[in-house]
């Protein structure tokens, strides 16, 4: 089943440059007092208005002519092309049924294909494949741009599932039934109109469907506050409702838990990113809470349930007594007996300075934990029983690396896929059945020469004396003369943890032509759990920026590099900081790359999803603007202060983080005659590229950019 915690899984993200998200925030109460800001460029928010459309045209073709033009760039964007359509590349896969299913993209397929095979052929180097949809050739038949969304399919069968397509990349899409033996869309089958949300099996003629079903139904997040069940042949607005959320939540959902023996509904309603309440629904409707703090993460599998508090948890057991689990621990125990008031947990990890939980991940029969050691994985091997769980070591995890776990099929096996990666270390996918050895299956290529180049672990220390951890790939020989061309990549929000791994894009674009690449683990971020996360929440946010502006100037220090050849590159919430590094710290850089940001944050939380990020920032509608205000980079930019080369970077199909963030910014430094680029790519959605085109083309003008800058 999935894990049902905060915002229902649905929601989650990565770090990755293309897929950096936003989400978070309770709606503010009392609003202050305050004489709106007069916003001269406000008008840029109009998304496809003819006049900002324009106004984006021009910049993007002003951009293209000082990046795009040269023999270099058209070579980079080339190469990163070649790596993005790699057949090379290892095709993840998922286990429905008797089939390995892998969603492809390459030169040949740029929407992609869902595919599909049997273990056996994955196991070989060239499996043999069989096409069930491709993507591109639907687009051409229907005359549309779809981006794939994922499918959810129909057990014990497999013959029927529900595809989500999203027109461009947006966050929002459409839900349509497939036949799988047909390989076609079912007549007349359940339908999602495009809308955020989502749609999910109950049984063959049942769906939960969370969407938009018209005025009121929606959060002021722009998610759904209604989650209904609709049965096949009915219209949807016969569907019924099976829960309705208030009208200042965040988002409301349901799930059908389908494992064998256990199956279960639940609803999920999640008041704000790490706010949420979970709810076992009975066979007349009725709910019974998981009576937990909203603060918790709570997932049930089979007959346990788990949970991950984030702050303090104090329960009264009648054997124990009373007892205090700590923030960012995982604790364990039956799911009926809890239900019942019982509340003798397990306590199956527990923090320490150094380490967090950064997943856990079931078996049939076991648990492995995923834990962080100062930023770098290691493994450890649960095993339930009576009373106190047996453990062991999970053998894999390397050096300051990183290590992926999932099940390949959690109700029927023990076997799970590892992933193994670092900055200047291929990926590597492995199949480990528990108690045996890995069998390597698939390995990445080297897309880039790493044979110069070594990868270390730093600390710089923040102005308030906070030790801040940081990653260094460098070429071995480097001089430390101050002149090495270095990039610092940042992110510090969300509880998002930067964790090593190989960058095929960063490696050719910057690495191999003996550039240096940082990463700063700043707080905000979730490597060192809960705590390194609400240390720089709302009022502390200033800690983050803080944190980066450390790590800059150890790279300084420390003679890797100087202020003039020293660039920082951030997305989304990574947007926002390096708005604030532009603004704050701009004696510190040469050059800034700033994607799909956040930057306006006195508008934000009234542009698209801006209201879910409250809980993060704080509502700038409220007193809360004294704080917020001074880490809004649209209000803190000062016409008379130089500032660093700049380049802006969105999408105008991202319907998370406004494109009108980075237009104003960009616009307003530009009338000020800063040295300011701009580049709004026409589609894409919040990952900024709907396909690999569009990604070369991207990361080729932010390295070309970059380069310049810092190099020459």
Known sequence: MPKLSHACQTLLISASLASTGLLAGAVGTAHAQEAPVNDTYQWLEDVTGDKPMDWVKGENARTEAELAATPAFKALESDIRTILDSDAKIPGVQKIGDYYYNFWKDKQHERGLWRRTTLDEYRKASPQWETVLDLDALNKAEGENWVWHGADCLRPDYDRCLIALSRGGADADVTREFDMASKSWVEDGFFRPEAKGGLGWIDRDTVFVYTDFGPGSMTPSGYPRIVKAWKRGTPLSAAEVVYEGQAEDMYIAAFHDDTPGFERDFVSRTLAFYNDELYLRAADGSLAKIDVPN??????????????????????????????????????????????????????????????????????????????????????????????????????????????????????????????????????????????????????????????????????????????????????????????????????????????????????????????????NIRGGGEYGPKWHQAALKANRHKAYEDFAAVARDLVATGITSPAHLGAQGGSNGGLLMGNMLTQYPELFGAIVCQVPLLDMKRYSHLLAGASWMAEYGDPDTADWSFIKTFSPYHLFDPGKQYPPTIFMTSTRDDRVHPGHARKMAAQMLDADKDVRYYENIEGGHGGAANNAQAAHMSALAFTFLWKELAE
Request: aromatic letters at 10%.
């Open 295 to 520: 603060s918790v993460n709570k997932s049930v599998h089979r007959e346990w349930l788990l949970l991950e508090p984030r702050e303090p948890y104090t329960v009264t057991d009648d054997q124990d007594g009373e007892t205090t689990y700590p923030a960012g621990s995982l604790i364990a125990m039956d799911f009926d007996a809890f239900m019942a008031g019982k509340r003798d947990f397990t306590v199956l990890f527990e923090p320490t300075a150094e380490t967090s939980l950064a997943s856990h991940a079931w078996t049939r029969n076991h648990l492995v934990l995923n834990v962080l050691d100062n930023v770098s994985s290691k493994l450890e091997l649960l095993t339930p029983g009576e009373g106190a769980w047996a453990r062991s070591e999970f053998p894999g995890a390397p050096e300051l690396g990183t290590v992926g776990i999932s099940a390949v099929d959690a109700d029927e096996s023990d076997a799970v896929w590892m992933t193994v990666t670092s900055y200047l270390t291929p990926t590597t996918l492995s199949l480990v059945e528990v108690g045996k050895a890995p069998e390597p299956l698939k390995s990445m290529p080297a897309f880039f020469d790493a044979s110069t180049d070594v990868v270390e672990q730093h600390f710089a220390t923040s102005e308030d004396g906070t030790r801040v951890p940081y990653f260094l790939v460098r070429p071995r020989n480097l001089e430390r003369n101050g002149k090495a061309p270095t990039l610092l990549y940042g992110y510090g929000g969300f509880e998002v943890s930067l964790t090593p791994g190989y960058s095929a894009t960063v490696g050719k674009g910057w690495l191999e032509k003996g550039g240096v690449y940082a990463v700063a």
